[in-house]
């Protein structure tokens, strides 16, 4: 039975890894030189390291970093949620740190889509054997975009949401972003530039889209003996939880309820906290309308309440739940995979080290990971100690 | 049975007579024996009753709109955009990609039609019902 009052689990180490546009690094050596920072923070050495969870880290992923890095783990995942791995691997270091199986554990990624010009919005093979082939890749909807548009699309008819309560989101990513000194997009955003800028996928324009960046980042998930090493306070993960809805659109269950819905169900619950009683929160933003299900889904609106709930800057600097903090994929950095730089976040905020876009005294920080066709959550709950 | 994996390299042993179906030009979709639960795409057993009695039955192919998007962007090289890509709810359960020509909005009834494709079987897409009030 897990009892994480008796044995509690810590994030003691962060570090991005380079960001915007990398030249002059591989992916392994800038998660490397990540997972050096990040332990240094931990006051630890790759020579701790008995545990290793990535994802996009090629073929065998976590094989490939302990290789790279010299570690031969007794904990290894390279479970593939998309963005949401990342917080899915720190539900999984939870519960593996606190049943002794592990002792420290790396959790991380690193991508340069942008300088290899990896993106591309077609989807699937040629083989017309698989079912995206035969059942998808024929109607020519861009991958990811044109999904979130249809299920957003199905959210504006239910519910009357908006594409200005959308852009709303936009623009609060970016006054948190103009607060960040690592961001890449940081000059002043409206509403009406968002609804002014090219649609790609109807509902969803240009400046609806994350960003597509270079970048990752590595965390240091540890026990309560190893925290006492860190050089910096330590962040306590008091909640976590995961799920998946569907691999293709037409087999979502109902367009309108994310997998968010029981990610953040379990890591509220295995918490014992309420969305009131969160001070940031750090929502995967791929896309403006990913941070509105988020919300719904997580219960800090009512289902179908979301685009009302973002307007008049409710999630911008000085608005009631301060989201996006670092200026998110939208406005910050998009490596592709999005979840390890909201940890990142979440934990800098609870450290009380954001600077200029610090969330006065909090206390508890939300990381919610979205993968795939909006079809992967997880959600991490952290607290200061 | 035919050779028919040898003949038509499309699809899979699964769905072939969804394929056969819509080389008809007929909508096929598994039903289950036990429960009368419709499923697309093809399983081998009824995720609703969990019984491994499924036959294949023709669907009239109607249903509604239930999301739209207009794509802007290239995406395949014979697709010139800007067009429609829309998911359709069928009156028996099921949700399917699709085209609606002409175009048409969230919410108004279609009826399934089969385009040709050189080389692979005609694909499903939907036009535009006529009349708009439910079945029954």
């Excluded at chain 1, 925290?227 to 109902?254: C, F, N, Y």
């Excluded at chain 1, 994929?329 to 999005?338: C, E, F, I, R, V």
């Excluded at chain 2, 081998?44 to 999301?67: A, K, Q």
Aim: charged share 20%; hydrophobic share 40%.
């Amino acid at each position: 039975m897990l009892d994480l009052g008796r044995t509690p689990v810590y994030i003691t180490g962060v570090a991005e890894t380079a960001l915007g546009e990398v030249l002059d690094q591989t992916e392994l050596s800038m998660f490397a030189l990540a997972a050096r920072e990040a332990l240094a923070e931990a006051g630890l050495t790759t020579h701790d390291v008995d545990g290793i969870l990535v994802n996009y880290m090629g073929e065998e992923g976590s094989v490939q970093v302990g290789e790279y890095l010299n570690i031969q783990p007794r904990y290894a995942d390279s479970s593939d949620l998309g963005g949401a791995a990342f917080e899915a691997f720190v539900h999984h270091a939870l519960l593996a740190v606190a049943a002794q199986r592990c002792e420290v554990a790396l959790i991380g990624f690193a991508s340069r889509q942008r300088t290899r010009r990896l993106r591309a919005v077609g989807e699937g093979s040629a083989d017309t054997y698989s079912l995206t082939a035969q059942f998808q890749t024929p109607y020519g909807l861009p991958m990811p975009i044109g999904h979130y548009a249809m299920i957003a699309a199905r959210h504006m008819h239910q519910y009357g949401t908006t594409a200005e309560q959308l852009a709303e989101i936009a623009v609060a990513a970016r006054a948190w972003a103009a607060r960040n000194p690592r961001a890449w997009s940081r000059d002043p955003l409206t509403v009406a530039d968002v609804l002014g800028s090219r649609l790609i996928c109807d509902p969803l324009h240009k400046l609806d889209c994350c960003l597509v960046t270079d970048g990752g980042g590595v965390l240091v998930v540890t026990n309560e003996a190893r925290a006492r090493d860190a050089a910096k306070p330590p962040v306590r993960v008091i909640g976590a939880g995961e799920s998946h809805t569907h691999w293709h659109l037409a087999q979502m269950p109902d367009l309108t309820v994310s997998a968010g819905a029981v990610s953040g169900r379990e890591a509220f619950g295995m918490a014992g906290i309420l969305p009131s009683d969160v001070d940031v929160l750090e929502p995967y933003d791929s896309f403006t309308f990913t941070v509105l299900l988020a919300l719904e889904d997580l219960g800090f609106c009512a289902k179908g309440e979301g685009g009302a709930f973002v307007e008049k800057g409710r999630l911008a600097p000085g608005g009631g739940l301060p989201a996006m903090t670092s200026g998110g994929g939208l406005s910050y950095n998009h490596p592709g995979a999005l979840g390890v730089l909201l940890l990142i976040e979440a934990v800098r905020q609870l450290r009380g080290e954001a600077g200029d876009r610090q969330v006065p005294e909090a206390q508890v920080g939300v990381a919610h990971g979205v993968g795939g066709m909006l079809s992967t959550a997880a959600t991490v709950v952290l607290a200061r100690e | 049975m035919s050779d028919h994996a040898l003949e038509t390299p499309y699809g899979d042993p699964l769905s072939a007579p969804f394929w056969d179906a819509a080389r008809r030009h007929e909508l096929a979709l598994q039903r289950c024996l036990h429960c009368g639960a419709h499923q697309h795409y093809p399983r081998p057993f009824c995720l609703t009753c969990n019984s491994l009695h499924l036959e294949w039955v023709t669907s009239p192919g109607t249903g509604v709109i239930y999301s739209k998007t207009t794509v802007h962007v290239r995406v395949l090289p014979d697709l010139e955009p800007p067009y429609d890509v829309v998911l359709i709810e069928l009156d028996e359960g099921p949700r399917l990609l699709g085209h609606v020509e002409p175009a048409g909005r969230i919410g108004d009834r279609v009826i399934v039609a089969f385009r040709e494709r050189p080389g692979e079987p005609p694909l499903p897409v939907f036009r535009p019902l006529a009349d708009t009030s439910p079945p029954g």
